[in-house]
């Protein structure tokens, strides 16, 4: 067989590593539909087609839906009752066969000719409810389409039953909640930038990832093989065996290191010359919690709580809130835990019946607004979070405080859930410490406001960059402005710091920029107190601080504060690191 040619593709490096293999083709935009004319004897025929296409796919459909409720929950099973409900819709049924005997034609054509009329009925309603039911309309539509056809029916990215590299336009928090997560070798995306959903996830799994290909799932076939590189934010499609021999060997060189990396792991995070700083993990799903001890970090500095809410129709009840909060106190103790509240809004989106469709998301109902607006599902929240904190490990933080008025408002909100369970005399820590997330430029600059109400700070660089820079942090068009190192992140990092500092709190940071070693020694040197990152990355992290002097990293971060550009600052950084760590600080930046 004539083999196949190959090319390299740039994109954006999400998430370190290296990964070779076969692709999975996930959600893939539509195929066309073609017109024929029937004779009047082929009518039956058609119409008997369309009803078994029905059929089969509801039986897929049904199959489907065990196997979420078995891998996952119930609930999130009942994501499939919608769909199942347009294959039972008697009225579109009863339009598709009239179209068919009426206008003589195939049932693909007439089936996707009505379904584009009650779609676009949908999409039209002022109702977000019935909005979203245009999306169940046309993805039923899809599984019909592809049995008519003649094609396998799309799988679900839960059925991937062989190890493969996900190719997708993007993924959803909701698509990567029910991903077999064993059988995911890499992730390969058309948008997203550094810091997006996928990338994030990805980066916490430690799975390779690169994302922001712009046309990936256009440009590959189904059969193609893929080298994806993380670290260098490069796809290969259709290496040749030479290539694949080079990556492969790159391969073994990162896992050697990743050894010597794992030797680390049970060594403090100290400099040489004594400072120590704490090394916490970022969870994003609770698979990842044994991780947390593996790779050998201090507690969780972040726990996303998202991942219960998305891709169901209702919200998780305090039972099952407290069951899962009170669950990874109990894995991570006796180190600690900081449970972040719902952040919802911005690019992870819920599908709740109520919830409103935005035009700026990033700036719009999200996170502690949100949360502040709905009491009766954030005080659910606290409740939960305050009856795990009997553990005694147990910390709060609110995410996207733009100030001291929303601070106070979710303290106060949060003391009035304590009174209540006092009342009823269950437990809790008293003593419960509250953090704000600095991730609003207006939360940074009033960050010595903000400190008089805190118990601790939490950096949200992700969003902290995308808001001064204003630079969409999941938009690859413009992800050459996305720079930690941009001066005015650099400064807001090192006010938001001092702040703290100067009330004596502890500032810590859970952006993904303290996990990359060039900017975690500025980090250092900016006199950071917690690096809370992806598990996976902490043994690098740990060998680049037992590395350096913390005396070093002042001297680097004074220098800093004094040049202009984000080049300027990396440059400086990278030749000061290689200055002091002499020919091997590649090592130390690389994977
Ligand atoms: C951040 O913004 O840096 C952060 C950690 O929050 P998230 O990525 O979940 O928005
Ligand atoms: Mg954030």
């Keep these: 067989?004539?083999?196949?040619?190959?090319?390299?593709?740039?994109?954006?490096?999400?998430?370190?590593?290296?990964?070779?293999?076969?692709?999975?083709?996930a959600g893939r935009e539509e195929f066309s539909v073609f017109k024929r004319r029937?004779?009047?004897?082929?009518?039956?025929?058609?119409?008997?087609?369309?009803?078994?296409?029905?059929?089969?796919?509801?039986?897929?459909?049904?199959?489907?839906?065990e196997e979420v409720s078995k891998k996952l929950s119930y609930e999130h099973a009942r994501i499939f009752d919608a769909h199942l409900l347009v294959l039972e819709d008697r009225a579109l049924i009863e339009d598709v066969i009239t179209k068919i005997k009426k206008e003589k034609v195939n049932a693909e054509y007439a089936f996707s000719?009505?379904?584009?009329?009650?779609?676009?009925?949908?999409?039209?309603?002022?109702?977000?409810?019935?909005?979203?039911?245009?999306?169940?309309?046309?993805?039923?539509?899809?599984?019909?389409?592809?049995?008519?056809?003649?094609?396998?029916?799309?799988?679900?990215?839960?059925?991937?039953?062989?190890?493969?590299?996900?190719?997708?336009?993007?993924?959803?928090?909701?698509d990567t909640a029910v991903l077999p997560k064993q059988n995911v070798l890499g992730f390969v995306t058309d948008i997203g930038g550094r810091t997006s959903h996928t990338a994030i996830i990805a980066s916490s799994l430690g799975i390779p990832a690169v994302v922001g290909l712009r046309n990936i799932t256009e440009i590959i076939d189904e059969e193609d093989i893929l080298i994806i590189d993380g670290s260098e934010g490069t796809v290969i499609v259709n290496p040749s065996p030479r290539v694949?021999?080079?990556?492969?060997?790159?391969?073994?060189?990162?896992?050697?290191?990743?050894?010597?990396f794992s030797l680390l792991r049970r060594e403090p995070a100290k400099t040489l010359d004594d400072k120590r700083v704490t090394i916490a993990a970022n969870v994003e799903f609770p698979e990842e919690i044994p991780l947390v001890s593996e790779w050998g970090c201090e507690g969780i500095g972040l726990y996303r709580t998202e991942y219960m809410f998305l891709g169901r129709k209702d919200f998780p009840q305090e039972e099952e809130q407290f069951q899962a909060y009170f669950d990874?106190?109990?894995?991570?103790?006796?180190?600690?835990?900081?449970?972040?509240?719902?952040?919802?809004?911005?690019?992870?989106?819920?599908?709740?019946?109520?919830?409103?469709?935005?035009?700026?998301?990033?700036?719009?109902?999200?996170?502690?607004?949100?949360?502040?607006?709905?009491?009766?599902?954030?005080?659910?929240?606290?409740?939960?979070?305050?009856?795990?904190?009997?553990?005694?490990?147990?910390?709060?933080?609110?995410?996207?405080?733009?100030g001291v008025e929303e601070l106070k408002q979710a303290k106060a909100m949060l003391e009035e859930t304590k009174s209540e369970l006092r009342k009823k005399k269950i437990g809790f820590d008293e003593n419960i410490q509250v953090g704000a997330m600095i991730?609003?430029?207006?939360?940074?600059?009033?960050?010595?406001?903000?400190?008089?109400?805190?118990?601790?700070?939490?950096?949200g660089t992700n969003d902290l960059i995308q808001y001064s820079l204003a630079v969409d942090r999941s938009n690859e068009k413009v992800a050459y402005l996305y720079e930690p190192g941009h001066p005015a992140v650099i400064s807001l990092i090192k006010s938001v710091i001092?702040?703290?500092?100067?009330?004596?709190?502890k500032v810590g940071m859970c952006g993904e920029m303290a996990s990359e070693p060039l900017y975690a020694f500025i980090l250092l040197g900016l006199e950071l107190d917690e690096f809370s990152i992806p598990p996976a990355w902490a043994p690098k992290l740990k060998r680049l601080i037992r590395a350096v002097k913390f005396s070093d990293a002042i001297t680097l971060a004074e220098k800093i504060m004094r040049v202009s550009t984000a080049k300027e600052v990396e440059k400086l950084t990278r030749n000061f690191l290689k200055e002091i760590l002499g020919n091997k600080y590649k090592s130390y930046l690389s994977e």
Aim: net charge positive.
């Design 1 to 25: 067989m004539k083999r196949k040619t190959s090319r390299k593709i740039k994109g954006i490096g999400a998430s370190g590593g290296i990964a070779i293999g076969p692709i999975y083709l």
């Design 38 to 65: 029937l004779s009047q004897e082929e009518i039956p025929h058609e119409i008997l087609r369309f009803e078994e296409a029905l059929i089969s796919t509801r039986k897929s459909l049904v199959s489907l839906q």
């Design 113 to 174: 000719e009505v379904i584009k009329k009650y779609a676009a009925a949908l999409a039209s309603l002022r109702d977000d409810y019935l909005k979203e039911r245009a999306i169940d309309i046309n993805d039923v539509a899809k599984r019909v389409l592809s049995r008519l056809v003649g094609k396998e029916e799309e799988q679900s990215l839960l059925s991937l039953k062989e190890k493969a590299i996900i190719v997708a336009h993007d993924l959803s928090p909701a």
């Design 244 to 260: 694949i021999e080079e990556y492969k060997l790159k391969r073994t060189q990162q896992a050697r290191l990743k050894k010597i």
């Design 328 to 402: 990874v106190a109990r894995e991570v103790k006796p180190d600690t835990v900081i449970i972040r509240t719902l952040d919802i809004g911005g690019d992870k989106f819920l599908s709740q019946p109520d919830m409103p469709k935005e035009i700026h998301p990033f700036l719009g109902w999200r996170a502690i607004r949100f949360c502040l607006a709905r009491p009766d599902i954030f005080k659910t929240q606290l409740r939960a979070i305050l009856r795990a904190s009997v553990l005694k490990n147990v910390k709060i933080m609110f995410p996207m405080i733009s």
């Design 439 to 459: 991730e609003v430029p207006s939360a940074a600059l009033t960050s010595d406001f903000l400190a008089r109400e805190a118990d601790f700070f939490s950096i």
């Design 498 to 505: 001092d702040s703290g500092h100067r009330h004596g709190i």
